[in-house]
């Protein structure tokens, strides 16, 4: 295996096992390495308290934003939410809906089409609302870069309040408020919202101005969501935010949860940030990537048991669908790049490929090859595109300086999309291809695994994984920790699962036993010897309702 760059974390100064007397060192090791120095910052971090949960009038643009709606709750009327379409959207207009709802208000969601519109808020959309009686639209996780499409509403008499958690530009819509942690010389202490995250400000602004801020126990669901689905960091705000959704919907889920976890085999009361990124949030995105998000918006919403039983079947159907349409794709591509050959840079060009799945084929490309990776979907006239990179390579970067070819872009360092007109394809991929092999020149092109600290298996007895969970919630900022055991003992090894794609390993040192579990690595048990410096995280292996635990091993290597 040993595909991957081991970079062992240095030990945590003594002072800060000082400081922290009752901290387990391990736990200690890994709170230092999340950058959590300060030692009394530790007890707030572990207890994820609400002192982590900023003044929601610090944010720039909030005093104009909640005047301007509360004289459109007070004249009646009639208020349009404006989302994305993808779970951090979704989550956002449902909160938004909800919340403006309970407060009397004439709300109602508009959720683009992912295939017909794209990303982002569109004047002909705007138009048709103005002409349908809405005054006033408030975006979520979109609309910072929406200069002209403003300009054009307020020519109509729409209002509009931008709430987005996206990089701003240099010139901002000229909206009735901006709402955006990221606003240059914003004094709000966390940047790292979602799109939701936004909106809950937003709403807990409104309730904070009459006293009704119990209102938002009820959506913090709706928050764990899209941020742990928009995989931003679960550190500092977030990481209140969701350790409350984790638990409300643990608790008392919303009838579309529930359905979706029954339907899914997810044991209510034990759902986690990763139930949430590989089952649930999956599952919302691929109406959006197959057809509109709407589906999705009216699970989140329903009261109905029924209702919800047959949306998260429908869902759970289209899912197949979706998975079987992405393989297809990222198959096509794979061949279309070794092909051509493994550049710096990965560019896979076809009429042939759905835009809803492009990102997902671009995603598995990045994991594959370890290089950024562009996948488009080419048209007569405009193609478009989605790209997901790795650290080492700001794609939004390399898009800004190839901002003369495309009609549209945007996305993070790590993920982007754009659109062009077709023509303009050849010098986007010769351009691409000359800024990544001048920025990645030299660099070692290998995953890098940073390991918290190296302990033997006899160590991780007692109560070692009930301390690392209270860690938790893992994600973005706070990964689940990862160790490293030298000179393990293989007692013995063989491929599982369907086509032998996994390995099962057992391993013995200094007298203990522990089972181990490589996935996706099957055809490399001839390379497994005895003994191993064996990478893995800690996690419960749940099988025919026996609970154990094991090794989820992520990489390893013969001892030397």
């Not at 100064?13 to 530790?42: F, H, I, K, M």
């Not at 790795?390 to 790590?414: D, M, V, W």
């Not at 160590?459 to 938790?472: F, N, P, Q, V, W």
């Amino acid at each position: 295996m040993n595909g991957c760059q081991w970079n062992i974390m240095p030990p945590v100064p003594a002072e800060y096992l000082t400081a922290n007397p009752d901290l387990p060192p391990l736990v200690a090791q890994v709170l230092y390495n999340r950058g959590l120095t300060d030692p009394s910052l530790v007890a707030s971090f572990i207890a994820a308290e609400e002192s982590l949960s900023a003044d929601p009038f610090l944010l720039s643009g909030m005093h104009e934003a909640v005047a301007r709606t509360y004289r459109a709750l007070l004249s009646g009327e009639n208020i349009a939410i404006y989302g994305d379409f993808d779970t951090d959207g979704i989550t956002a207009t449902t909160l938004l809906v909800q919340g403006i709802n309970q407060l009397g208000g004439k709300v109602s969601p508009y959720l683009p089409h992912r295939l017909n519109e794209g990303h982002g808020v569109r004047t002909g959309v705007l138009e048709r609302l103005c002409s349908e009686g809405i005054s006033l639209v408030i975006t979520v996780d979109c609309g910072i870069t929406a200069i002209d499409e403003v300009r054009k509403a307020k020519r109509k008499g729409l209002d509009v309040i931008i709430t987005d958690h996206h990089t701003c530009p240099e010139d901002l819509p000229r909206a009735v408020a901006v709402v955006d942690p990221k606003l240059p010389g914003s004094v709000y202490p966390f940047r790292e919202l979602a799109g939701v995250g936004v909106a809950f400000k937003f709403l807990q602004a409104l309730l904070k101005s009459i006293g009704k801020e119990e209102v938002l126990n009820n959506l913090f669901d709706l928050v764990a969501l899209g941020t742990i689905a928009d995989v931003m960091p679960l550190v500092g705000e977030n990481r209140y935010l969701v350790k409350q959704g984790l638990k409300q919907i643990n608790n008392t889920p919303r009838p579309g949860i529930a359905a979706m976890a029954r339907q899914t085999k997810l044991a209510i009361g034990k759902l986690d940030a990763e139930s949430v990124s590989w089952v649930i949030s999956p599952r919302l995105n691929t109406t959006s990537r197959l057809g509109h998000a709407m589906p999705s918006y009216q699970l989140l919403v329903t009261d109905s048991s029924e209702e919800a039983k047959e949306l998260s079947l429908w869902l759970e159907q289209k899912n197949a669908e979706r998975q079987k349409i992405t393989g297809e794709v990222i198959a096509r591509a794979r061949e279309q790049i070794l092909a051509e050959g493994i550049a710096p840079i990965l560019i896979a060009v076809d009429e042939e490929y759905p835009a809803g799945v492009i990102g997902l084929a671009a995603g598995r490309l990045r994991e594959e090859y370890y290089r950024p990776a562009v996948v488009v979907k080419s048209g007569r006239q405009t193609s478009t595109g989605s790209c997901r990179s790795i650290p080492e390579f700001n794609i939004t970067e390399a898009l800004t300086r190839c901002r003369s070819l495309l009609s549209k872009f945007g996305g993070h360092p790590q993920a982007a999309g754009f659109t062009l007109p077709t023509r303009s394809l050849p010098s986007l991929k010769r351009e691409l291809l000359n800024i990544a092999s001048r920025s990645l020149e030299g660099v070692d092109l290998r995953p890098r695994i940073d390991i918290d600290a190296e302990v033997t298996l006899p160590e991780l007895g007692g109560d070692t994984y009930s301390s690392i969970e209270k860690l938790a919630p893992f994600g973005k900022g706070n990964p689940r920790p990862v160790l490293i055991s030298r000179r393990v003992n293989v007692i013995d090894v063989r491929a599982v699962g369907n086509n032998e794609t996994h390995l099962k390993l057992k391993f013995r040192q200094g007298g203990t036993t522990w089972d181990g579990i490589a996935f996706k690595v099957g055809n490399r048990i001839g390379r497994v010897s005895s003994p191993l410096d064996v990478v893995y995280h800690l996690e419960v292996d749940s099988w025919n309702g026996a609970e154990k635990l094991r090794l989820n091993i992520l990489d390893f290597s013969p001892s030397c």
